[in-house]
């Protein structure tokens, strides 16, 4: 068994066109570019947990079925602010969802991709 688990975690998504979604995240969302791979960018979301974003092909399709991003935020209401200031079509207001213990939104990125904006009751993780 090694020492430790692992460095980081990275998540993949892909894209059709690809501009319009490094963008969305590095313009829109404000994520710092951390890595450029040319048809793919690895954006730093918090710690060592990193969102990429990489050119679609026949290996690697877009699929956005059964995918949600959650962004974890202290400030759910100036996420929702900012990004309605963006004109992103946002789910409605946050919404308290005592079952989960979460206030949170939803909004899809440029690719139909589902992200949630959320602050969870008791402190994370």
């Known amino acids: 068994m090694p020492e430790k688990a692992f460095d980081a975690l990275v998540t993949f998504i892909y894209s059709p066109r690809p501009e319009r979604s490094w963008h969305f995240y590095g313009e829109i969302l404000g994520l710092p570019l951390a890595r450029d791979e040319g ?12 969102l990429g974003v990489c050119r679609a092909g026949p290996e690697r399709p877009s699929v956005s079925a059964g995918i949600c991003l959650s962004l974890v935020t202290d400030d759910v209401a100036a996420w929702h602010a900012r990004l309605a ?34 602050r969870f009751d008791a402190p994370f993780p």
């Not at 048809?39 to 947990?49: L, S």
């Not at 909004?107 to 949630?116: K, M, N, Q, R, T």
């Open 85 to 118: 200031a963006a004109g992103i079509t946002l789910s409605g207001p946050p919404q308290h969802l005592p079952g989960f213990g979460v206030t949170s939104f939803f909004f899809h990125d440029p690719d139909g991709h589902l992200l949630e904006v959320q």
């Open 39 to 50: 048809d793919a960018r690895i954006y730093a979301v918090a710690g060592n947990g990193y």
